[in-house]
């Protein structure tokens, strides 16, 4: 197959095509090198250009100032889940978690296993349709943060809302939705994401957090699982993934090129009221999993009247060149994510798919 298909995969996950084709051009020869990025020195003036520019760029993109700093990281957001508490987190001053899905669950889970993790609320019992309220936040006194993770891939629900802390430090994993709307990330003060959903390929953790806390890592902690370590040394401690850390400088400067955030987040309202109209007109046919006002606009989800149509709605999708529609194995249905490099012709032909599907059938 020559030409691509339409990628709805929820990460690792599809890339602007412009990106995918100027990385491509370079690849033997960065910026007159004579090396690929792929091999060139994490210490060469040439990547150090590379380095600073994507840093820069995102903290213009999330309107932060000198009292954060970006900071790469990796082991995907899932090591994120155990640095977090050892580093900010004691049994006086436990992690406060927003369970509204799988991925929050086992952030809370590590957390546990250190004696340093609360609830704040929970929606488990409802199989998170919904996220929590802010009238259902309890947060456990002394808490050293408030931990929540915005987007729920595997059940589709999103943050709508940034939780009132009463000056708990507000922690975030953004993985899903990181840079994919106007947001007010002053309000946060530890920003984590795995950029494979919607900022670069697998390999790398975007952190943004006050210096303050970057810094004040225990000193007992081993060099490696110290958030102080790659923030004094610029992520330069050891060497970072390089490839990964450029093609996020790549798509940042990408979503600036295409009008920023007010420009992704109307562009991904538009995609994903498209689907949800699909749902909402389909006369009970397709089932969506997330109440309306969780809804995410990064991953859709729904069910169809049977597990046998659920197959053969997949398998007539990827014939259609839409591919990466079965939802995440621990809950079946479907699931389409539309992240910022989905381009709104992908989810036209998606829907008009679902309207012809549903009339067959």
Not at 81 to 91: D, G, H, Q, S, V
Not at 166 to 176: E, K, Q, R
Not at 225 to 253: E, W
Request: hydrophobic letters at 40%; charged letters at 20%.
């Amino acid at each position: 197959m020559n030409e691509r298909i339409y990628n709805f995969n929820p990460g690792p996950a599809v890339l602007p095509e412009d990106v995918l084709k100027e990385v491509q051009s370079e690849l033997l020869n960065f910026n007159g090198t004579g090396m690929s990025i792929l091999e060139i020195s994490h210490r060469a003036p040439a990547y150090d250009e590379v380095h600073q520019q994507t840093k820069a760029d995102i903290k213009e993109l999330m309107g932060l100032g000198d009292d954060y700093d970006v900071v790469f990281t990796a082991g995907g957001a899932s090591q994120s889940f155990a640095l977090i508490p050892l580093n900010f987190a004691t049994e006086s001053h436990p992690g406060s978690y927003m369970l509204s899905g799988s991925f929050s669950q086992k952030a809370y889970e590590e957390a546990v296993k250190l004696g340093v993790g609360t609830v704040a609320a929970s929606t488990k019992e409802e199989n998170y349709v919904r996220v929590p309220r802010q009238d259902e936040l309890n947060i456990a006194p002394g808490a050293a943060y408030l931990h929540l993770c915005l987007n729920n891939t595997i059940y589709g629900t999103e943050y709508h809302y940034t939780p009132q802390t009463n000056g708990v430090p507000l922690f975030a994993d953004m993985s899903s939705d990181i840079l994919s709307r106007p947001w007010d990330f002053s309000s946060y003060d530890f920003i984590y994401a795995g950029v494979q959903k919607n900022l670069g390929p697998a390999g790398v953790v975007l952190n943004v957090a006050k210096k303050k806390l970057l810094e004040s890592s225990p000193a007992e902690l081993p060099t490696m699982l110290r958030y102080s370590t790659f923030q004094k040394n610029d992520s330069l401690y050891n060497t970072p993934p390089v490839f990964a850390i450029y093609m996020v400088g790549k798509t940042v400067r990408w979503i600036k090129e295409h009008g920023g955030l007010a420009a992704m987040g109307e562009a991904n309202a538009q995609k994903a009221a498209l689907l949800y109209d699909a749902i909402d007109s389909s006369d009970g046919f397709y089932c969506g999993h997330a109440e309306k006002g969780s809804r995410s606009r990064m991953n859709v989800t729904f069910r169809l009247p049977s597990e046998s149509l659920e197959a053969d709605f997949v398998a007539q999708a990827k014939e259609q060149g839409l591919a990466g529609i079965k939802g995440h194995r621990s809950v079946g249905g479907m699931r389409a994510s539309i992240y910022n490099a989905m381009p709104l012709a992908g989810v036209e032909k998606l829907a008009e798919f679902m309207a012809a599907f549903r009339k067959k059938h």
